[in-house]
């Protein structure tokens, strides 16, 4: 029994979901592979995904392959080939990629972190491009951010590998900073986060309710993970004074507040936290909670409806920042805080241990005064990020 026959009789019974489509997944000898956190049920993440899929449609001689533990969910979304990282790891033969014609995507996306106080995590996830080398494939790292890294093995394994890498892209000027300090040698160059061009040109008129301005409110459950949150007292608290400012919102403006999650699984979903600041707040007439994760067409018109968002969830204010629409960072994470000051917004940008009523307040009624103006300076801001982005795909035009 041949190894394509073994797989087939794997994914016939379910056992193992190793690639899709099963027939003929592999078409074409040049292929660009795409390796990051996707089929996770992360929206900022498949929205990376879909921005660099599109910038790689005129690309008509490759085959793009996206290596994902949910190849099925993959194909199911994005009709394009998807394969098991064992895969990758095990059978560079049967993909038939040992040449100079095969490329490497790594990214994008927040993939260059520490996770659960181990170095493991990392260590495993950097192994594909390990492979890729080895096997004299082209690499890109693709708009890439950098946080969280403190184990001295992560910082030994990211700057040997890396400084093999041919091209590195990073999504803002502190993440090549955090490179450079790692010992990364290589030319890195700042571009942004490609789920920027996702809202960027949204069709047709904005279509806001002006007597019942919507606000997007996206939240996220990080003490549950403990990466961050430490203190669950402080956390709760926050979330209180929180659904009290959103009801002072809901009086003063009229306003309609709609949670959108942005993942829902169990040990990461939006829902719970949504729910719990919702069920503290007393109009509840004004509140609208979504049951699912948005699909891309669903955001758009979300967004070509939203006056202002305020987000915890990183791509909420990208999605913000896409659609010029004026935001209110809350942040609990360093990457919140990078992104604010790379888009000239950190003036808007709140902490969870310094959220207070008051602030939050003199926020919103300054987007609400000033709401064109502060968006025709997103605007001016937006497009030289536009501008940036535009670099990725010349820098891998150049690996063609």
């Keep these: 029994m041949n190894f394509m026959t073994k797989l087939r009789l794997l994914k016939s019974t379910n056992s193992l979901k190793l690639f899709y489509p099963l027939t003929s997944p592999f078409k074409k000898a040049k292929k660009i592979f795409i390796y990051g956190v996707y089929g996770a049920g992360n929206l900022g993440d498949e929205a990376i995904l879909k921005c660099i899929l599109n910038q790689l449609e005129t690309l008509s001689e490759y085959q793009t392959i996206i290596l994902s533990k949910k190849p099925d969910l993959i194909y199911k979304d994005y009709k394009k080939t998807s394969v098991h990282p064992y895969i990758f790891k095990k059978a560079q033969f049967f993909l038939n990629s040992r040449s100079f014609s095969s490329i490497l995507i790594l990214g994008g996306g927040g993939i260059l972190k520490d996770y659960e106080n181990t170095p493991t995590a990392l260590k495993n996830f950097m192994e594909i491009p390990m492979i890729a080398l080895k096997n004299k494939y082209k690499t890109m790292l693709y708009s890439a951010g950098v946080e969280n890294i403190i184990f001295n093995e992560s910082r030994d394994i990211l700057k040997r590998i890396l400084n093999q890498f041919d091209i590195l892209t990073v999504r803002d000027p502190y993440s090549k900073e955090r490179l450079k300090k790692l010992g990364v040698q290589k030319q890195i160059y700042v571009t942004g986060d490609p789920a920027v061009l996702l809202l960027s040109n949204m069709k047709?008129?904005?279509?806001?309710?002006?007597?019942?301005?919507?606000?997007?409110?996206?939240?996220?459950?990080?003490?549950?993970?403990?990466?961050?949150?430490?203190?669950?007292?402080?956390?709760?608290?926050?979330?209180?004074?929180?659904?009290?400012?959103?009801?002072?919102?809901?009086?003063?403006?009229?306003?309609?507040?709609?949670?959108?999650?942005?993942?829902?699984?169990?040990?990461?979903?939006?829902?719970?936290?949504?729910?719990?600041?919702?069920?503290?707040?007393?109009?509840?007439?004004?509140?609208?909670?979504?049951?699912?994760?948005?699909?891309?067409?669903?955001?758009?018109?979300?967004?070509?409806?939203?006056?202002?968002?305020?987000?915890?969830?990183?791509?909420?204010?990208?999605?913000?920042?896409?659609?010029?629409?004026?935001?209110?960072?809350?942040?609990?994470?360093?990457?919140?805080?990078?992104?604010?000051?790379y888009i000239n917004m950190n003036d808007f940008?709140?902490?969870?241990?310094?959220?207070?009523?008051?602030?939050?307040?003199?926020?919103?009624?300054?987007?609400?005064?000033?709401?064109?103006?502060?968006?025709?300076?997103?605007?001016?801001?937006?497009?030289?990020?536009?501008n940036r982005l535009d670099k990725n795909y010349k820098l891998l035009q150049s690996l063609l």
Excluded: C
């Excluded at 279509?207 to 990080?222: K, Q, T």
């Excluded at 241990?353 to 609400?368: H, P, Q, R, V, Y």
């Design 204 to 341: 047709g008129k904005r279509n806001f309710d002006i007597d019942h301005p919507l606000i997007v409110v996206s939240l996220r459950n990080w003490f549950e993970k403990g990466y961050f949150q430490t203190n669950e007292k402080s956390f709760n608290n926050f979330l209180s004074v929180l659904a009290y400012s959103l009801d002072i919102i809901v009086e003063k403006f009229n306003a309609k507040i709609l949670f959108l999650p942005f993942r829902t699984v169990p040990f990461d979903n939006d829902k719970d936290i949504m729910n719990y600041v919702a069920s503290k707040m007393n109009h509840k007439q004004n509140i609208f909670i979504l049951q699912k994760v948005p699909t891309f067409d669903q955001l758009k018109s979300i967004y070509a409806q939203t006056v202002l968002t305020i987000g915890m969830r990183l791509h909420s204010l990208i999605f913000s920042f896409s659609s010029l629409t004026p935001m209110i960072a809350i942040s609990y994470s360093k990457k919140i805080i990078d992104f604010m000051n």
């Design 349 to 386: 940008t709140l902490t969870i241990d310094n959220f207070s009523t008051k602030s939050f307040l003199n926020l919103t009624e300054e987007i609400f005064d000033n709401f064109e103006k502060l968006q025709h300076s997103i605007f001016i801001n937006r497009n030289e990020y536009l």
